[in-house]
C-alpha cells in the first residue's frame, strides 16, 4: 500500500471513481461522516439505494441535515464512526469520505473495527483521504496542517489490512477538479465552518486570502485535489 503515488493519477470526481463499485438499487448504505449531506443527496440521486444511513459528528450541521425532507431513503443519525448504532453484518456498503482523518487519532483503529463489524461478509469499505500534495493543499495547511493525521489515518488502514479486519480489494489514486468562484466562497465552505475552530487571527487570514486569491483566474480559482481510495473487503 501506497500513501501517494505521482504515477497513477487520473482526473475524475468522486461520484465516478465510486459509481462502477458501489452503492446500486436494493443496497443498504452507511455513510461516515456526511457533513452538509450534498454527496449523500447526489449518491440518493444518482445510485438509488435501498437505504442510506448518514451519519455526523458535529452536531450543528446534523440538526440541519434533519431538516431534510425530500430524501425519503435517507435517514440521519448523530454519532461517529468509533462507536456505529447499527447491529452487526447489517450494511452492503460502508464510504467515509475525507473524514478518517477527522476521527481522534486514538479511535481510528476502533473505528475501522466497528465498520468491518456493522459490514456483511463480502460488503465493501470505500474509504477516501485527501493526499498530503497539491496547491489547495499548499493553502489548507497555512491554517490547518493535516500532514500527521492523513498518515495516522493511512496507517490505520495499513494495519487493518495486514491484521486480517480486512482485504485490500483495490487502492485508487484521482485528482478531483475544484472550483470556487471567488475567496468569499472559500471562506465560506472552508475557513466558516462549525465543526472546527481554526483561530485564525487577521494577519493569517490576509495570508490566506493572499495565497488563495494566486490561482484566481476570470472564471474563478480552480484546483486539483490529490486523493486516496482504499477498497476494502471485509472477509467471508
Not at 454519532?79 to 467515509?96: C, F, H, K, T
Not at 485528482?175 to 481554526?198: A, C
Amino acid at each position: 500500500m501506497k500513501i501517494h503515488d505521482p504515477n497513477a493519477y487520473r482526473t475524475a470526481t468522486e461520484l465516478e471513481i465510486m459509481e462502477p463499485v458501489l452503492p446500486n438499487p436494493g443496497m443498504r448504505v452507511l455513510k461516515l461522516g456526511c457533513g452538509r449531506a450534498w454527496m449523500t443527496r447526489r449518491m440518493s440521486e444518482l445510485f438509488q439505494p435501498r437505504e442510506i444511513i448518514a451519519t455526523e459528528v458535529d452536531r450543528i450541521q446534523h440538526e440541519k441535515n434533519l431538516q431534510i425532507d425530500d430524501l425519503p431513503n435517507v435517514r440521519f443519525i448523530y454519532g461517529g464512526a468509533e462507536q456505529i448504532d447499527l447491529p452487526d453484518d447489517s450494511v452492503d456498503r460502508v464510504l467515509m469520505l475525507k473524514s478518517l482523518h477527522h476521527v481522534p487519532r486514538e479511535l481510528m483503529e476502533a473505528a475501522l473495527q466497528e465498520i468491518a463489524r456493522v459490514l456483511k461478509p463480502g460488503g465493501l469499505a470505500y474509504i477516501s483521504e485527501p493526499v498530503y500534495q497539491g496547491d489547495f493543499n499548499d493553502i489548507l495547511r497555512l491554517f490547518h496542517d493535516e500532514k500527521e493525521v492523513r498518515e495516522l489515518a493511512f496507517e490505520a488502514v495499513r494495519q487493518a489490512v495486514r491484521g486480517g479486519t480486512f482485504d485490500l480489494q483495490e487502492e485508487i489514486f484521482f485528482n478531483s477538479p475544484g472550483h470556487y468562484r471567488d475567496f468569499s466562497e472559500f471562506d465560506q465552505r472552508m475557513l466558516q465552518v462549525t465543526h472546527t475552530d481554526h483561530q485564525i487571527s487577521s494577519h493569517l487570514y490576509q495570508r490566506i486570502q493572499s495565497a488563495f486569491e494566486h490561482h484566481l483566474t476570470d472564471d474563478g480559482a480552480h484546483f486539483l485535489k490529490p486523493s486516496r481510495v482504499d477498497l476494502l473487503r471485509k472477509p467471508g
